[in-house]
């Protein structure tokens, strides 16, 4: 069974400055993709960045960007230049095509940011 | 603006009610899904649906059931609501992923909070 884990509950970073989220899963396939969603406080859930294991160049969104170790079984965000409207939870999710269009998440990071 | 739209963002139930929370689609996706979030255990898979009538049990299914009738609406049932089932429920849509196109993004509902007395 494929697993996703966060091992960081909480993070607060003051503003502008950088964090990084960690994320480690579990599969043995060698085909599938990765994902960070963000949810505001107002609960909606939305697409933060995608990863494909097929391809070796980190994903890069605006600041948003990740450091993916496919040996590792490693995937985390780093967010730069952090902005009060980045507070909110983040999930870590893994899917495959062999997986069936499931997607698994993990337990979250709730991030805080400070001014 | 593509949109999930669940019909209720907070449900206050007994013990022993029957419970439908519903979900609606416009974007013509072939896939919908059902998740609880809990504190400390993320989004579980309740129930999948990849075309109208078609379902899947998720990780979760116990005490839960689905109906999906129309491809744009997806229902969760609560057959006999309990205290544990107190939860955010949320529900999700892609289109069917396809090995040309890899693995599509999720669409997500903005919740519904239930709470079960």
């Known amino acids: 069974a494929q697993t996703v884990t966060q091992s960081q509950p909480e993070m607060s970073v003051q503003e502008a400055e950088t964090v990084t989220l960690s994320c480690t899963y579990d599969?043995?396939?060698?085909?599938?993709?990765l994902f960070w969603y963000k949810q505001p406080p107002s609960r909606q859930m939305i697409l933060v960045i995608r990863?494909?294991?097929?391809?070796?160049q980190n994903a890069t969104e605006n600041r948003f960007s990740v450091n993916f170790q496919k040996a590792a079984k490693s995937f985390s965000l780093k967010i730069s230049d952090s902005q009060l409207g980045d507070t909110a939870m983040y999930f870590c999710?893994?899917?495959?095509?062999?997986?069936?269009?499931?997607?698994?998440f993990g337990a979250g990071t709730i991030l805080r940011v400070k001014s | 603006d593509v949109k999930v739209t669940q019909s209720s963002r907070y449900l206050v139930k007994r013990t022993g009610e029957k419970v439908f929370l519903e979900c609606v689609q416009d974007?013509?996706?072939?896939?919908m899904f059902w998740y609880r979030q809990d504190p400390g255990l993320g989004l579980r898979l309740i129930y999948f649906?990849?075309?109208?009538?078609?379902?899947e049990k998720g990780d979760i299914p116990e005490g839960y059931s689905v109906s999906r009738e129309k491809k744009e609406r997806f229902s969760l049932i609560l057959e006999s609501a309990s205290t544990n089932q107190t939860s955010m429920y949320l529900c999700?849509?892609?289109?069917?992923?396809?090995?040309?196109?890899?693995?599509?993004?999720?669409?997500f509902g903005a919740g519904s909070r239930l709470t079960v007395l």
């Open positions: 999700a849509s892609k289109l069917r992923d396809r090995i040309y196109s890899g693995a599509n993004v999720l669409t």
């Open positions: 599969t043995s396939e060698n085909n599938y993709y």
């Open positions: 990863q494909e294991a097929y391809k070796q």
């Open positions: 999710a893994f899917t495959s095509l062999e997986y069936g269009n499931k997607l698994v």
């Open positions: 974007m013509d996706h072939e896939n």
């Open positions: 649906s990849y075309d109208v009538k078609m379902k």
